[in-house]
Structure formats: C-alpha cells, structure tokens
C-alpha cells in the first residue's frame, strides 16, 4: 500500500461567498487520503458560512469569528496543524486536480524537505492570465533569498519547521508568505527545497482582493512593500548596528510596526541579501522614471551597497542626477 504524508491546508476567509465554494470543493475532491482542511473564518456577513455548513462533515475544523486579520486566522489553523506539510489557499483561489498528490510526490523525493513547490495559473477574475513559475530557487540560499521570490500558492512548507516558528507572523498582512519563506530558509540553511513540474494552484485576481489593490499602489504607498522593507531593515540592522541604515525614510515610507528576525543569521548572509535588495529597488526606481524617489534611495542606502556593486551605484547616481537636471529623454 502507497503511505502518503499528511497534509494540512488552512483557508483564511472574509466575506468571500462568490468564490468560497470552489476553494473548499477545489481542496476536497482531491480525493487525498490523508488531508487536515480547516477553513477559518472572519466572521463573515454574507453567504460564506452557510457554505462553510455544508461542507463541514468533510473538514478538520472550522469557525466563523473575529479574528484579527488573516495572519491569525492562518495561524489558528496551522499551530494545531498535524500535517508533515501545511500551507493555506485563499478564499479565492484554488487547487489544480491532482494538486495534493503531486505535493506529497515531492515531499517524498527528499527527506523532510522545507518546502515542495509547484507553478499556479494567474486569472483575471475568468480569464487567464498567465503561468506563474515555483518560488524562485538559486544556486545557493544567498541568491534563493536575494530574490525574495516566493509563490505562496504553489508552495506546501515543512509542518515541524512552521510549527516551532510559531506559523506565520501574526503583524504582518501583506507579506506574510515572504517572511515565513525568509524565516525557513534562513533558519535551515541545509534543508533542501523541491521544485516540482506540476501546476498545482489558481491564484484570481479582482479589484477586491488585497494583493490587487496594493500592486496599484506606488511604492512609496505601498504596505505591500513597507512589509517587504521591514525584512530588509532587520537584516541591514544586523549588518550596521551602530549606524543603521534608514530604509524607511529611503522608500519615503512609514515603519507599519516593529519587527525583529525570528531565527538566526550570518552577518555576511545578511549583507548580501540587503545589497542585492537595494540594488533591484534601484533598477525599478530607475525604470519607473522616478528620479526623485530613485536619488532619495541611493542617498540614503549608500552604506548597504557592497564593494562588488559600488560600479553600479555611480552609475544609477548619475544616471538620476542627469535625469533630474535635464529630464529624461525616454519619458514623455
């Protein structure tokens, strides 16, 4: 007989009536033998727990209450998780059939892997968009992390690993997906990660959806990015801790809270992930045409470019001077 690891998904939801069905019944005729389902709601007013109802003989655990936003909502499910993987799919996504076995396929091919990653398809609401490819993957953690990539819902994560983190960290709103990759591949830097061939996931795209609204936003507005600059500001913290380097007055941003690492890291790791970082923002600042903003970043980030990428640095400084002086040539 084929044994099959369990497997824990959570769905955080709020108000999501329209698509919730399809979540739930996505995960569910799967068929998968050994599945923990948990679907964790907010406290909605419209159709959403009456659809819950109806499914409820079929899954682990359920509830509709307040909850604090959907970092906790995630967590109430994960921290009594059983499962050897765990993830959450929103309550506007869904699963590709065969989706739970080809991540277990993957679970398999490594001993105790930290995740098992695959590819979703975007939509536009009904319309496809396009194929997003697995968390990005490098040739050494310091080029997986300096990418900060991670497709969250293609990606199941080692159920100890998130357990002993404590889940997802509950502040964060917007980037949680990241900072949970940061945290596991930083604290298990020998853990291996699996890419596997399969398009297991469907992330939908709507003006209601979070994700939607903040990628209108620059991202000098963005609390998108001020969660992602938070990971960066602890680790430039590491690197310069008698002079820190101002990563929120850079962005032009607000700190949205404090927040410290939650494992262990090298300071030469760290180095290389902030430079890379201030270098990329760089290179979109750049190409947005956004010269203040970009010269106001490199005055500021100054001290977190490494020697390697100071040729660069000059280069992006004059660029942003000249631009600012005489205007760009490329904008209208």
């Not at 995630?74 to 921290?79: C, F």
């Amino acid at each position: 007989m084929p044994t099959f690891p369990t497997i824990t998904l959570v769905t955080p939801s709020f108000n999501q009536g329209m698509y919730l069905e399809q979540t739930i019944d996505s995960v569910l005729s799967q068929g998968y033998p050994e599945l923990e389902y948990m679907v964790m709601d907010g406290g909605s007013t419209d159709e959403s727990v009456n659809i819950i109802k109806k499914y409820a003989p079929h899954l682990h655990a359920w509830e509709s209450c307040p909850d604090g936003g959907q970092s906790r909502a995630i967590n109430k499910g994960l921290v009594r998780s059983k499962g050897e993987l765990v993830g959450w799919i929103n309550s506007d996504d869904f699963l590709e059939p065969g989706a739970l076995f080809a991540w277990a396929d993957g679970w398999k091919s490594q001993p105790s892997p930290l995740a098992v990653c695959g590819s979703a398809k975007v939509w536009d609401e009904a319309r496809f968009s396009h194929l997003r490819q697995p968390s990005f993957l490098g040739a050494s953690r310091a080029e997986t992390l300096s990418k900060a990539n991670i497709n969250q819902e293609g990606t199941l994560f080692n159920g100890d690993k998130v357990r002993a983190l404590g889940g997802v960290h509950p502040e964060f709103q917007y980037a949680m997906d990241l900072e949970l990759w940061f945290s596991l591949l930083l604290g298990s830097p020998e853990a291996p990660v699996v890419q596997i061939e399969n398009t297991v996931s469907n992330f939908r795209r709507h003006p209601e959806a979070k994700s939607s609204i903040q990628a209108q936003e620059p991202p000098g507005k963005s609390h998108m990015f001020a969660e992602r600059l938070l990971l960066m500001q602890a680790l430039s913290n590491l690197c310069f801790p008698d002079s820190k380097v101002p990563m929120f007055p850079a962005a032009g941003l607000k700190k949205p809270f404090n927040y410290a690492l939650r494992v262990q890291v090298s300071v030469s790791l760290a180095q290389h992930i902030v430079s890379a970082f201030v270098f990329q923002h760089s290179i979109f600042l750049e190409d947005m045409g956004s010269n203040f903003d970009l010269l106001r970043w490199l005055f500021k980030s100054k001290k977190a470019w490494s020697p390697e990428l100071q040729p660069e640095y000059r280069y992006l400084m004059k660029r942003g001077l000249v631009h600012a002086i005489f205007g760009n040539p490329n904008r209208p």
